[in-house]
């Protein structure tokens, strides 16, 4: 009788089916596999008037050996390390992950290694304080000044934040406020800035600053400036003193800084002297942007002149 094709090498086959269930065994379940993994560090149960003051790591990657479907499964299971904090301290909290890793790992896996292996964490008690507000200002432009004490609206916050390092803090300041371009009183938000990531304002980040601007009010003096006769026409005359002046402005910077002799006309108007005689007479000063500046000292103010009589012609003997 004919074998049937499925019989023929049967005893192959049998032991090619033998080998593979052994191989495949021997893939899935040998336990001298090694695999890297990051889990996720889950901190919880820390007082409400306690604070961490460091950086703890958010992974810690493990070095695991295990069988492999243990491994997979384990990687992909979406665990987390826990470290429960309810009984923690003020002061340096010391724990071993290896250890805290321990608790999500399953039997049959070994943890060979965890990096970090050692998690130290800072813990201070946590406060609120209340702080003074202290404006920080740029440089005004040139020609103008800071005119009197900054507004600061709130003038103070409550701070919430490590007791150490409140401890050391007298002010908050604020971000740089820029002056450039500013001619007068203004009103402008400027944002708290905190020393420390640790720390949180309790009402708002800003405050709003008002700072008044004027001009810088400069003065000037001028000497030995010509006083220049005007209207004496054909009128003899002389003066008792020089015909020079000292004058002295006020003013804004810019404008008098901008401000020379040439620009000023100092003269005395002799159109009221008559033909003889003297008079006392004032002496006035023309000077550019008088709306701006302002003349406060002309020494002398008045000069004494006198005007010759003219000569009177005899008359012809007959």
């Known amino acids: 009788m004919e074998k049937k094709p499925f019989f023929q090498g049967l005893a192959k086959k049998t032991i090619a089916l033998a080998l593979a269930v052994i191989l495949w065994a ?3 379940f040998e336990l001298d596999v090694e695999r890297d993994v990051r889990i996720p560090l889950h901190l919880s149960g820390l007082p409400e008037d306690l604070i961490i003051v460091n950086n703890a790591p958010e992974n810690v ?19 987390s390390i826990p470290v429960d904090l309810q009984k923690t301290e003020r002061g340096v909290l010391k ?20 990096r970090p292996s050692k998690l130290s964490l800072n813990i201070d008690n946590l406060v609120t304080k209340k702080f003074k507000v202290k404006p920080v200002l740029g440089e005004p432009d040139s ?8 507004k600061v609206v709130p003038r103070s916050v409550k701070v919430k934040g490590p007791a150490s ?4 803090l007298e002010t908050i300041e604020t971000a740089k406020i820029k002056l450039e371009g500013e001619k007068a009183e203004f009103t402008a938000p400027a944002q708290l800035q905190l020393p420390s990531q640790y720390m949180e304002v309790l009402e708002g980040d800003h405050v709003n600053v008002t700072v008044y601007i004027k001009d810088i009010i400069l003065t000037k003096e001028f000497r030995d400036v010509d006083i220049v006769p005007r209207n004496f026409g054909e009128l003899e005359y002389s003066t008792t003193s020089d015909l020079k002046a000292t004058l002295v402005f006020n003013g804004p910077y810019k404008t008098i800084n901008n401000l020379t002799s040439d620009d000023i006309k ?12 003297q008079k006392r007479l004032q002496v006035k000063v023309d000077y550019p942007n008088s709306n701006l500046l302002k003349l406060t000292s002309v020494t002398p103010k008045r000069i004494r002149v006198k005007v010759k009589a003219p000569a009177v012609e005899e008359s012809p003997k007959t």
């Open 26 to 28: 021997f893939t899935n």
């Open 61 to 79: 990657d493990l070095s695991l050996r295990g069988s492999r479907n243990l491994l997979s499964s384990f990687a992909f299971s979406n665990k």
């Open 95 to 114: 724990i071993d992950l290896r250890r805290a890793a321990s608790q999500i790992v399953p039997r049959g896996i070994d943890i060979v290694a965890a």
């Open 143 to 150: 020609g103008y000044e800071i005119s009197k004490k900054i």
């Open 165 to 168: 390092q409140l401890s050391k």
């Open 266 to 277: 100092v003269y005395i108007d002799g159109a009221g002297m008559g033909q003889g005689g």
